[in-house]
């Protein structure tokens, strides 16, 4: 005898009802943990109603189709909160997320290798199905002929009471089981479509800025800093270094003593340095939005206010060094492809990954380690040009999953081709493993932090001042793109980064300081913060021939 889900209506009904409930109750589980904050979706008691009251047909199996599409809709979207939540300590903005996914997949590929990434993402791909059709076929299999038609009109009564009315009734002191009822999938719907149409609106603000600055710097061609035309001036971002790993637990116990060090090491080498507090674009990734907001001179907070900017005529940091008369040059080691944005950028040079020359091993995730880049800004840039030259590069050591630490190579001239580093290959754990041990990589962060300092400062130690080939003035902007993930170091971090100005002259850092930036290796607190949105002014502010009635004070992070 055989045996159809038609012909068990009572188990078909609970079925469906349970399986719904639970897939709508899903945008609660990132930010309540499991249970969620309730135990009903009145959505469900509503939509499985309506159908039972819908006599069989080819619209109703489109309509459960549709429903069960609904439902898995909402799960992914429950998902990407939950990892925006984890890694940027925010909630998914859909507007402007979707650009992400094959960032995303991308970045799964690449800690995970192709052949394992390709086996989650088919499970995954495969479970997301498998549910939808099920609930696809539970909610066609029973109707009106099979439910009794009071069943029907009660669960359809109950559910749109339910949502009209519970958000009223929860508020009163109302029984403990109204707490129970909520509307979860209803006000996911409702928070996404609010937040896309404010979005959609600031996005129009924005494009207008790009067009309508009246700021002289971001006509097309840029404005030149006549205060640094006789000097180097490179611009360098630490990966994930933020404030957090200064102030808070367990990591300032190690980049404490490490940036007092430096401080007198660079002391010691005839260089000066002033700290200062920058409010990043974005939190725990990301980096290249930071980038573009520095170099900018906007709120570059989301993929498509990047896409706007860089295919915009609104100029950038790397067009007011051209303007002074400087070589410009990126030395992106984490590019691992073509790079079309860095032609828009108009570099005069670029270095990724494919053309840097390392033979070393790779480091985990990073692609070489941030020593050898560093050794990179004086092969392409300070011995390489007969005129000053402006570098702006991305170190990669202190990227998550910050493995493996290793150790400064303090001989800098058998650095070469990066064969030196061959004593670490194979070091460090396999992606998979990190990724599901947060703990090892909280234990990793201070570390890798403490390298990336080490590498920058031992370059300025190095290369800075009396060792520049031109015998010019040197300017080294050493700076956080990012504060790390809240996972790793602990929820409502902000997203203020460390900003360390080192020269071999002290009068170039004077502007800095009478702005807030505080002499060392410290930064200010709080109140002192930047947007590093205001950053590009703020140079111009002080380098370039600017009045003061031609610029906005660097404050507020603008639409």
Known sequence: MTFSLAQAPRWHLLLALTLLNILLLTPELPWAGFPPRHWIALEVPLIVGVLALLPPSRWRR??????????????????????????????????????????LVELIVTNLD???????????????FATGLLLARLLRGFHARNTPRALALLLVLSGGIGLAGVNVLSQDNAPAWIARLGHPAASFVRFEWQ?????????????????????????????????????????GFIE????????????????????????????????????????????????????ATFASGLPVTSQLRFELMINSPHSTLIDDFKATGHATIAIMPGITRDWPEGGRYGYDEIHTAGSMDYQGPSMGWASMPDQFTWQRVEDYALSRHDRPSFTEL???????????????????????????????????????????????????YGPAIDYSLQAASGFARRYLGRNLPRGDHALMMILGDHQAAPAIIGDTPGRDVPL????????????????????????PGPQAAIPMEGMRELLHRIYGDVTPDETSPTSGSGS
């Open 500 to 523: 360390h100005v080192i020269s071999d002259d002290p009068a170039l850092l004077r502007g800095f300081i009478d702005n807030g930036f505080r002499p060392g290796m410290f930064p």
């Open 240 to 291: 994930s270094y933020g404030v957090a790993a200064i102030e808070r637990e367990p990591f300032r116990a190690e980049i404490r003593p490490r940036l007092e060090t430096i401080a007198h090491q660079l002391a010691a080498a005839g260089l000066s340095v002033a700290t200062g507090r920058i409010t990043a674009a974005t939190l725990g990734g990301q980096s290249w939005l930071n980038h």
């Open 62 to 103: 489109w309509l459960s189709g549709l429903v069960a599409l609904f439902a898995l809709a909402i799960v992914f979207g429950a998902a990407g909160d939950a990892l925006t939540q984890t890694l940027q300590g925010r909630s998914l903005n859909l507007y402007t997320d979707i650009k992400l996914v094959p960032i």
């Open 394 to 444: 991305a170190t990669l050591s202190s990227h998550a999953p910050w493995s493996p630490v290793i150790d400064m190579i303090e001989d800098w001239s058998t650095v070469e081709d990066g064969r030196v580093f061959d004593r670490w290959r194979g070091a460090g754990e396999d992606y998979a493993t990190l990724w599901q041990d947060t703990e090892a990589m909280r234990r990793n």
């Open 114 to 128: 192709l052949p394992l990434a390709i086996a989650g993402l088919s499970a995954a791909g495969l479970a997301a």
């Open 195 to 235: 937040r896309a149409l404010q979005t959609r609106q600031a996005m129009a603000t924005f494009g207008r800025r790009l067009y309508d600055d009246d700021h002289a710097y971001a006509a097309p061609g840029g404005q030149a800093l006549p205060g640094l035309a006789d000097t180097d001036v490179i611009l």
